[in-house]
């Protein structure tokens, strides 16, 4: 099983700020991993997949990167609706997808 | 609009069976591979299960295997996943979620772009 640890647990930002969240995955994952934004009571919204490739729709100020194990989200100037829980996802075994633990962005 | 409409969720004892159901509507639904998704009260994400878009390959989780079958009926544009030998770990919202590429040919991208809002299933006696 392909383990996705992600960091920091907790981000703690004010807008305009940049944000850097980290996920790092037992083994390599090629480029297969996807980023979720999820909201208190919401469902999850596609963000990036493939490692770096923006889901329709996503404003530009996402942006995805990385290859193997390690990968970064990064928020250049977060908006007051960023304030979320972020998931990576890989699919490098699937049918077997499995997320990571979460990182929630919280404002500082 | 694509709209993915989950129900069939409530509180049920342990040991108790539930059928949880998924409405799609404003795509071709035969066209996608389908995923259950479940998220346990204040936790993370964990896929479920999945289906082919000819309901030809079923997969799950460790956890399910035996205990959750899931189908799909490509005629009523709907998934279903049937829970039996429900235990209190299986205490969940559970989405139905969409492939991000559809494919009628059997390909998958293994990433989610729809999801449905979710339906709460409570195991407890």
């Known amino acids: 099983e392909i383990v996705l640890t992600q960091s920091p647990a907790t981000l703690s930002l004010s807008p305009g700020e940049r944000a850097t969240l980290s996920c790092r995955a037992s083994?390599?994952?090629?480029?297969?991993l996807a980023w979720y934004q999820q909201k208190p009571g919401q469902a999850p919204r596609l963000l990036i997949y493939?490692?770096?490739n923006r889901a329709t729709g996503i404003p530009a100020r996402f942006s995805g990167s990385g290859s193997g194990t390690d990968f970064t989200l990064t928020i250049s100037s977060l908006e007051p609706e960023d304030f979320a829980v972020y998931y990576c996802?890989?699919?490098?075994?699937?049918?077997?997808?499995?997320f990571g633990g979460g990182t929630k962005v919280e404002i500082k | 609009e694509v709209q993915l409409v989950e129900s069939g969720g409530g509180l049920v004892q342990p040991g108790g069976s539930l059928r949880l159901s998924c409405a799609a509507s404003g795509f071709t639904f035969s066209s996608y591979w389908m995923s259950w998704v479940r998220q346990a009260p204040g936790k993370g994400l964990e896929w479920v299960a999945n289906i082919k878009q000819d309901g030809s390959e079923k997969y799950y989780v460790d956890s399910v295997k035996g205990r959750f079958t899931i189908s799909r009926d490509n005629a009523k544009n709907s998934l279903y996943l049937q829970m039996n030998s429900l235990r209190a770990e299986d205490t969940a919202v559970y989405y139905c979620?969409?492939?991000?590429?559809?494919?009628?040919?059997?390909?998958?991208?293994?990433?989610?772009?729809?999801w449905g809002q979710g339906t709460l299933v409570t195991v407890s006696s």
């Open positions: 493939d490692a770096s």
């Open positions: 996802q890989q699919r490098s075994n699937w049918p077997q997808g499995t």
């Open positions: 979620a969409r492939d991000l590429v559809g494919d009628s040919s059997g390909y998958y991208s293994g990433y989610f772009d729809y």
């Open positions: 083994q390599s994952v090629s480029s297969y």
